[in-house]
């Protein structure tokens, strides 16, 4: 049993924390407890004042293969194509003990950030036949109790030909959800229903990298949806990116979200690898390359954010950290600080179809605690410095200590000058 004392709360709040056997046995507010006595002193304790206690963070959807390969794989022209080309010679050449290595490597970052469940994506069948899969279900299993792991099947195009026997063989072979690119594909109606009929043969759920483009003629996210409720679809669906979503007139974003809404759809925005890679043919007015957030929000669809790559061609750049995706749902999404965390937080729960996470009991005991006096401060700061639980046992904690140069001391009061007759120097020219 733990005590998580005097936490503060998203709301405000300061409360007690207890947790037994991998859950939330209680919580109480602090007042309650001072005046009750509740809580008493028993079993471990860890002290959370001045500290904000959300739960973990869960990341939707990575790309762990690719990580931390911007070094080696150089994006030449910044934009989309020029990241597949630069993936194409490293994805030939790639083994299954690098894969493996990369991988563990993005996760110690993201767990010691409070990120404690992953989507990743993972190529298939091509260039990089099966060995990023293989690698990757080693790392799912071995990483089982500290990030939990779920594996999307990526394969290319055409989804008719050998990319689609592909997807059928990952799924048999250890991934866990179907994936490809179907606006990619020379006919991608086709590709959708072929995804879907991969995954519904499976029993398995679809993630599809969806209109990742500003061409406002690409809607596959509308035939997805259509799809979906036609046949019936049920293991669960997820369409990511949908940047032209943006890019169509007001009555068509809200026609095409109360679609994905009415299919159960949870739709990814991927707000940090969109700003880099779209938009660039555009120097004028150039669109930010998310998708229409406000529109789907309004419509009832379930919103989550992920932060996509890490330091690989599609994304130069970037700390593995949650926080850092909320912040650029703020500034660039334009989303309430708040909304911003639920995005990462609950939202993605959803959609990845995990339990809820909530500061009550019965709840998961996957938490993690950050300075900060508000959740605003924790998110706007967002610190190195964090505490993660995983079923109830801390999994990262990471401290961080600043030494400051001496700051020269105020004059004392005496020392200060008078100030000139004058309050407005210029007036004595006058």
Not at 289 to 306: D, F, K, Q, S, Y
Not at 318 to 341: F, I
Not at 406 to 421: K, M, N
């Amino acid at each position: 049993m733990t005590w998580l004392r005097s936490a503060t709360t998203t709301d405000g709040r300061l409360i007690d924390v207890e947790l037994r056997d991998g859950f939330i046995r209680q919580v109480v507010a602090v007042d309650d407890r001072r005046s009750r006595g509740n809580g008493a002193a028993t079993g471990d304790e860890v002290d959370l004042r001045g500290q904000v206690l959300l739960p973990s963070f869960v990341e939707p959807h990575a790309h762990l293969d690719k990580a931390l390969t911007a070094t080696v794989a150089r994006n030449v022209t910044g934009d989309l194509a020029g990241a597949i080309t630069a993936m194409q010679t490293l994805l030939a050449a790639m083994t299954v003990a690098d894969v493996v290595a990369r991988a563990e490597a993005a996760l110690r970052i993201g767990l010691a950030a409070g990120t404690t469940h992953v989507r990743t994506h993972v190529n298939v069948g091509e260039l990089a036949g099966m060995r990023a899969l293989e690698a990757l279900v080693d790392v799912r299993e071995r990483w089982r109790g500290l990030v939990e792991l779920q594996l999307v099947a990526l394969v290319s195009h055409p989804l008719s030909g050998q990319p689609g026997r592909d997807l059928r063989r990952a799924l048999a072979e250890g991934a866990d959800v179907a994936g490809g690119c179907p606006h990619l594909d020379p006919e991608p109606a086709r590709a959708v229903a072929i995804c879907l009929d991969a995954a519904g043969e499976a029993g398995r759920p679809i993630d599809l990298h969806t209109d990742e483009t500003l061409d406002p003629r690409l809607l596959t996210l509308a035939t997805l949806a259509d799809l979906v409720i036609r046949t019936g679809f049920t293991p669960g669906a997820a369409a990511s990116h949908c940047v032209s979503l943006s890019m169509q007139p007001p009555d068509v974003q809200a026609r095409v979200s109360e679609q994905v809404a009415a299919a159960g759809i949870g739709v990814v925005t991927l707000p940090q690898t969109n700003l880099y890679l779209q938009g660039r043919a555009q120097p004028v007015g150039t669109p930010r390359g998310l998708t229409a957030i406000g529109p789907l929000h309004r419509a009832g669809v379930t919103v989550a954010a992920g932060g996509d790559n890490l330091r690989d061609p599609f994304n130069p750049v970037g700390r593995g950290d949650a926080l850092e995706t909320a912040s650029l749902l703020v500034t660039a999404g334009h989303l309430d600080p708040l909304a911003a965390l639920d995005a990462v937080t609950a939202a993605p729960r959803r959609v990845l179809g995990l339990p809820a996470v909530t500061l009550t009991a019965g709840s998961p005991a996957d938490l993690v605690a950050l300075p900060g006096p508000t959740a605003l401060d924790a998110l706007a700061a967002a610190g190195p410095a964090r505490t993660v639980w995983r079923a109830g046992r801390i999994v990262a904690r990471t401290h961080v200590h600043t030494d400051l140069a001496a700051v020269p001391a105020v004059p004392a009061v005496s020392a200060i000058p008078a100030p000139h007759p004058l309050s407005r120097p210029w007036e004595a020219a006058l």
